[in-house]
Nanobody, 126 residues
């Protein structure tokens, strides 16, 4: 079982930065690919970024490439999302996610997610 708790959301102006953190409980954190998804009002939850078990590989949706960076600390059982050059279209609830299976190298689809955090609101004002 994995429990995920996000923090770090808030209100920021266009061009600003935020760093989201996701603290995980459970002994299988380092065995699971991790990711971040987001859901804007009236839209479906979408993939943002994912990181491999070791942290050596990452993958991003096109709209955040070059602006967002996902990382993890397997000693602290924490995954991060550094968000720079934020835009109003980044406004959403951001969810931390853990793979349902330790065999997944990445998680880019909701069907691959076994555990979700409660979400943290990110609002970017224009």
């Amino acid at each position: 079982q994995v429990q995920l708790v996000e923090s770090g959301g808030g209100l920021v102006q266009t061009g600003g930065s935020l760093r989201l953190s996701c603290a995980a409980s459970g002994r299988t954190f380092s065995l699971r690919a991790m990711g971040w998804f987001r859901q804007a009002p009236g839209k479906e939850r979408e993939f943002v970024a994912t990181i491999s078990r070791s942290g050596g590989s990452t993958y991003y949706t096109d709209s955040v490439k070059g602006r967002f960076t996902i990382s993890r600390d397997n000693v602290k059982n924490t995954v991060y999302l550094q968000m720079n050059s934020l835009k109003p279209e980044d406004t959403a609830i951001y969810y931390c996610a853990a793979a349902s299976s330790t065999s997944f190298a990445f998680i880019t689809e909701r069907a691959e997610v076994g555990y979700w955090g409660q979400g943290t609101q990110v609002t970017v004002s224009s």
